[in-house]
């Protein structure tokens, strides 16, 4: 069914419907439309769906209809009764109008309706006048009743590259002592979508801004003022340095479990001793249980924790792979590549660790060796060639036989292109 034969139904029996939230949002800004919500007004539930029988059904407090894919809901308004996410009264009837339901939302880019029929835009908040902005303001004094809209805004600044004004950011501020009500499927669901956009970083500078940075990612928070040698970075502490690390990452990957990886690759200069610093000596080996704890705290996937434990161990002799013995080289390449992360995904952690605003990222070529040895001097190579069927000697030849062809190749990555089976020891 069309939305004009629907959103005539609804008119002919004293109703209206409007278009909202992301929706407009994003065709204000120009976007891609990839969900339609629908709001309506003037007709009870009862009525609603006697009216779209074939309408599925769905929703636990209140409820939803989808008829093609479009969701459709009832104007309804909001009130607190708890502390959390979930304790809420509901109302819903035909006599609650447009406004109120905008009202209850969380900011005002996310409270504009259209309505179907006519087309005019309704924005009792200012909201378009907010995205010609570029700015992030709650909608009412409604925001404090949901927690959850703290971790929504700061993935909306980053998704956005919007700023948060201030009274905003005081809102979220006051929300901080409920926040440890949220689900940490609910703060991972948002950390997700933030980590998935140009600029993650801006999602972690918000939370700090509000003061609620420590809550669900101490980690994180740790790195501030987590002084470190001036003469390697220049961009100041480790938190400054892990921000540009996983803003660079997002320039070189898709996959978020990378992302994550170049995220928490120095979580363990957050617990550096300050009379050590700006030296982190071991830093690599006490992140490792760091990476765990943050995954954990908001229900990472096992997959990106074990990817984020091998960048946090691996990354530092990745950054000196070249200057490191070839016998050093053949046991960092043999254990990166057998974990999640890989070889391609450490180079992605090292490259963005190591780029400092230069036009083009440094050229990491340890990917190259390493598929290379692995490929040419294998198991079954070693079989065949030297006739040995125990596994522990199949083992220590392999690593020998590697260690020998990287020495032959002097670490010059030319010669790794050029290099051919006749070479190999």
Same mark, same amino acid.
């Given at each position: 069914?069309?939305?004009?034969?629907?959103?005539?139904?609804?008119?002919?029996?004293?109703?209206?419907?409007?278009?909202?939230?992301?929706?407009?949002?994003?065709?204000?800004?120009?976007?891609?439309?990839?969900?339609?919500?629908?709001?309506?007004?003037?007709?009870?539930?009862?009525?609603?769906?006697?009216?779209?029988?074939?309408?599925?059904?769905?929703?636990?407090?209140?409820?939803?209809? *989808?008829?093609?894919?479009?969701?459709?809901?009832?104007?309804?308004?909001?009130?607190?009764?708890?502390?959390?996410?979930?304790?809420?009264?509901?109302?819903?009837?035909?006599?609650?109008?447009?406004?109120?339901?905008?009202?209850?939302?969380?900011?005002?880019?996310?409270?504009?309706?259209?309505?179907?029929?006519?087309?005019?835009?309704?924005?009792?908040?200012?909201?378009?006048?907010?995205?010609?902005?570029?700015?992030?303001?709650?909608?009412?004094?409604?925001?404090?009743?949901?927690?959850?809209?703290?971790?929504?805004?700061?993935?909306?600044?980053?998704?956005?590259?919007?700023?948060?004004?201030?009274?905003?950011?005081?809102?979220?501020?006051?929300?901080?002592?409920?926040?440890?009500?949220?689900?940490?499927?609910?703060?991972?669901?948002?950390?997700?979508?933030?980590?998935?956009?140009?600029?993650?970083?801006?999602?972690?500078?918000?939370?700090?801004?509000?003061?609620?940075?420590?809550?669900?990612?101490?980690?994180?928070?740790?790195?501030?003022?987590?002084?470190?040698?001036?003469?390697?970075?220049?961009?100041?502490?480790?938190?400054?340095?892990?921000?540009?690390?996983?803003?660079?990452?997002?320039?070189?990957?898709?996959?978020?479990?990378?992302?994550?990886?170049?995220?928490?690759?120095?979580?363990?200069?957050?617990?550096?001793?300050?009379?050590?610093?700006?030296?982190?000596?071991?830093?690599?080996?006490?992140?490792? *249980?760091?990476?765990?704890?943050?995954?954990?705290?908001?229900?990472?996937?096992?997959?990106?924790?074990?990817?984020?434990?091998?960048?946090?161990?691996?990354?530092?002799?990745?950054?000196?792979?070249?200057?490191?013995?070839?016998?050093?080289?053949?046991?960092?390449?043999?254990?990166?590549?057998?974990?999640?992360?890989?070889?391609?995904?450490?180079?992605?952690?090292?490259?963005?660790?190591?780029?400092?605003?230069?036009?083009?990222?440094?050229?990491?070529?340890?990917?190259?060796?390493?598929?290379?040895?692995?490929?040419?001097?294998?198991?079954?190579?070693?079989?065949?060639?030297?006739?040995?069927?125990?596994?522990?000697?199949?083992?220590?030849?392999?690593?020998?036989?590697?260690?020998?062809?990287?020495?032959?190749?002097?670490?010059?990555?030319?010669?790794?292109?050029?290099?051919?089976?006749?070479?190999?020891?």
């Amino acid at each position: 069914m069309e939305i004009i034969e629907i959103a005539n139904k609804i008119k002919e029996n004293g109703g209206n419907l409007y278009l909202i939230g992301g929706a407009i949002r994003d065709k204000l800004l120009g976007k891609e439309v990839h969900d339609e919500d629908y709001c309506v007004t003037g007709l009870t539930s009862e009525l609603f769906e006697k009216l779209f029988p074939e309408a599925n059904i769905r929703g636990k407090f209140f409820e939803v209809y *989808d008829i093609d894919k479009k969701e459709f809901a009832m104007a309804r308004k909001e009130k607190k009764n708890g502390k959390g996410h979930k304790e809420f009264d509901i109302q819903t009837g035909k006599n609650i109008t447009i406004e109120e339901d905008l009202k209850r939302r969380d900011i005002t880019i996310n409270s504009i309706a259209q309505e179907v029929l006519t087309g005019k835009l309704i924005d009792p908040f200012n909201g378009v006048q907010d995205i010609k902005n570029s700015v992030i303001k709650a909608t009412s004094n409604s925001f404090m009743e949901d927690p959850l809209r703290v971790y929504r805004v700061a993935r909306f600044a980053a998704s956005l590259d919007f700023e948060v004004d201030e009274n905003t950011i005081y809102m979220m501020k006051m929300l901080k002592d409920e926040l440890d009500t949220l689900s940490k499927e609910r703060v991972f669901t948002e950390f997700r979508k933030a980590l998935n956009t140009n600029r993650p970083s801006k999602f972690f500078d918000i939370l700090r801004r509000a003061d609620v940075l420590d809550v669900h990612f101490k980690e994180i928070h740790d790195l501030i003022g987590s002084l470190q040698p001036l003469k390697y970075h220049p961009e100041g502490d480790s938190y400054n340095h892990t921000m540009i690390v996983v803003d660079n990452s997002t320039m070189l990957t898709n996959d978020l479990k990378i992302r994550f990886s170049a995220l928490v690759h120095d979580l363990g200069k957050g617990i550096t001793p300050k009379e050590m610093m700006p030296h982190h000596y071991g830093h690599d080996e006490k992140g490792v *249980d760091l990476v765990g704890n943050l995954g954990r705290r908001i229900c990472v996937p096992n997959s990106w924790i074990k990817c984020g434990k091998t960048a946090a161990k691996e990354h530092m002799k990745g950054g000196i792979f070249n200057q490191m013995t070839p016998a050093k080289q053949v046991d960092f390449i043999t254990r990166v590549s057998k974990s999640m992360l890989g070889l391609d995904g450490m180079k992605i952690v090292v490259m963005s660790d190591k780029w400092r605003g230069e036009e083009l990222p440094p050229n990491v070529e340890f990917d190259i060796i390493g598929k290379k040895i692995l490929g040419d001097i294998n198991g079954n190579y070693i079989k065949k060639k030297y006739n040995i069927k125990d596994e522990r000697k199949i083992g220590e030849l392999l690593r020998t036989k590697r260690i020998e062809l990287i020495k032959r190749a002097k670490m010059d990555v030319n010669s790794w292109q050029i290099f051919t089976k006749r070479d190999i020891p």
